[in-house]
């Protein structure tokens, strides 16, 4: 019997394609991590320094896709939030992604 659910066998746990426009980069990204740690574990370097969303050295524009948070309030305006800036230091895949840099 093949299932999954049976005790030592491990579900695969999803992973998304992103894709820096500006560094012209790709990596796959699991929905558990931060993107920017999925993108230090692809060896893919990008700009941080606090690591927490309150910096906002990693400032980058969501060009496609969908990401969540885990704290209540990144350090983003409702209108950058609305104008698709994200800080991927704090932000978790939830599609693939094409990430742009901030204007």
Wanted: negative net charge; charged residues 20%.
């Amino acid at each position: 019997m093949d299932d999954d659910t049976q005790p030592g066998n491990r579900v695969a746990t999803p992973a998304f394609s992103i894709r820096l426009d500006a560094e012209g980069a790709h990596f796959s990204a699991s929905p558990s991590l931060p993107i920017l740690q999925s993108a230090a574990l692809a060896g893919v370097a990008m700009d941080s320094s606090c690591r927490n969303g309150t910096c906002r050295t990693c400032i980058r524009k969501l060009a496609s896709g969908q990401v969540a948070y885990r704290i209540e309030w990144p350090g983003l305006s409702a209108e950058e939030k609305q104008a698709g800036y994200i800080l991927p230091c704090v932000a978790y895949p939830l599609s693939d992604l094409v990430i742009a840099a901030a204007d």
